[in-house]
């Protein structure tokens, strides 16, 4: 789907990933074309799901829920109902912000933002501990973000 994206529709595509707030025309004097083109080009990368939405990205820390967690998850089996409910469970829980089906010792990594050590654990009790399909947890806590970015290298 990419080879439909000219060298404007990435360069648009980049300068938005670094400023969404950008205008049509500030867009528009950025890559040398007048606002119709851009705008009609903005339409159609929307309209055709390469721009997903667009987003403001909050400063945990500031929030007061700058206490990251990678929590690692088996579940008792693999198949696709238990699966397809676990997925449809962990959708519904506002605090995991990203959940991802991977390979290896564990079905699932859920990433979790909270204030302390002390919500998470009633995190994993109360929220977690319900879910009937998980079988082990390991959590990972972040010591210090280093990198971390919303942008794709394109």
Known sequence: MA??????????LRLLQEDAKLTTKQLADKVNLSTTPVFERLKRLEREGFIKKYIAVLDADKLGYGFQVFCSVKLK????????AFVSVVKDIPQVTACYNVSGEFDY???????DMHYYNDFIINVLGTVE????IHSTFVMKEIKQTHSLYI
Do not use: H, Y
């Open 3 to 12: 080879s439909t994206l000219d060298e404007v529709d990435l360069k648009i």
């Open 77 to 84: 089996q693999m198949s696709r109902e238990v699966a397809k």
């Open 109 to 115: 990594l859920l990433s979790i933002n909270a204030p």
């Open 133 to 136: 399909s998980i079988g082990s």
